[in-house]
């Protein structure tokens, strides 16, 4: 961030709030809502529910995993193949 504040409403209106990306975020919050229902994360407990996969629609919980919130965003992420674990 250069020289100043930064600007979360033209974030929003640039990025956050097209639609690719609110159904993208929908999808995370209903994993993360399946996983609280499943007893296996709760509010605050640092975990994150990651997707094997990578993508944020497949909400099959084979594909859902918890994992803490370090390791599930230190993943690569390349435009042409999603997620790139290499430690897998």
Do not use: C, W
Not at 3 to 31: C, F, I, L, V
Request: proline letters at 1%.
């Amino acid at each position: 961030m250069k020289g100043g504040r930064r600007n979360y409403k033209g974030e929003y209106k640039n990025y956050h709030s097209s639609t690719k990306q609110k159904k993208r975020r929908a999808g995370r919050n209903t994993a993360r809502n399946k996983m609280i229902a499943a007893g296996k994360v709760r509010k605050g407990d640092g975990k994150d529910v990651g997707h094997r996969n990578g993508n944020p629609s497949d909400n099959r919980r084979s594909n859902l995993k918890v994992v803490s919130a370090a390791k599930n965003r230190s993943f690569r992420r390349t435009s042409t193949s999603g997620k790139v674990n290499r430690r897998a």
